[in-house]
Nanobody, 122 residues
Framework: VTLVESGGGLVQAGQSLNLSCVAT????????MAWFRQAPGKEREFVAA????????HIADPVEGRCTISRDNSKGTVYLQMVNLKPEDTAVYYC????????????????WGQGTQVTVSS
């Protein structure tokens, strides 16, 4: 399994970023995918998920209205578009295959990629 996230960077509050994650080594097109993030000193948290056919998306409350998740099964890639970024969005962002777990989603691959750093200055 490989998960390679990219697209992060240092931006000012109110700006946008587009993250990408290329996934290989498991049946991507048959897997729901999700983005998670981990801020310094905090546990990793769910951000957004998308069903395998893109029919269902779920966005976490802290980023509702500011994030859009999408995927391209032909490329094995999942995307996260973030607009109107806030300093509290600062974190390392990761993708993983996922399953619904109550009101949230949990990752299903034990392996995590290196993530992509998003830093939002005020």
């Amino acid at each position: 399994v490989t998960l390679v996230e990219s697209g992060g960077g240092l931006v000012q509050a109110g700006q946008s970023l587009n993250l990408s994650c290329v996934a290989t080594g498991f049946p991507f097109s048959n897997s729901a995918m999700a983005w998670f993030r981990q801020a310094p000193g905090k546990e990793r948290e769910f951000v957004a998920a998308i069903s395998r056919g893109s029919f269902i998306t779920h966005i976490a409350d802290p980023v509702e209205g500011r994030c859009t998740i999408s995927r391209d099964n032909s490329k094995g890639t999942v995307y996260l578009q973030m607009v109107n970024l806030k300093p509290e969005d600062t974190a390392v962002y990761y993708c993983n295959s996922a399953v619904r777990s109550g009101t949230t989603w949990r990752a299903t691959q034990e392996y995590w990629g290196q993530g992509t750093q998003v830093t939002v200055s005020s």
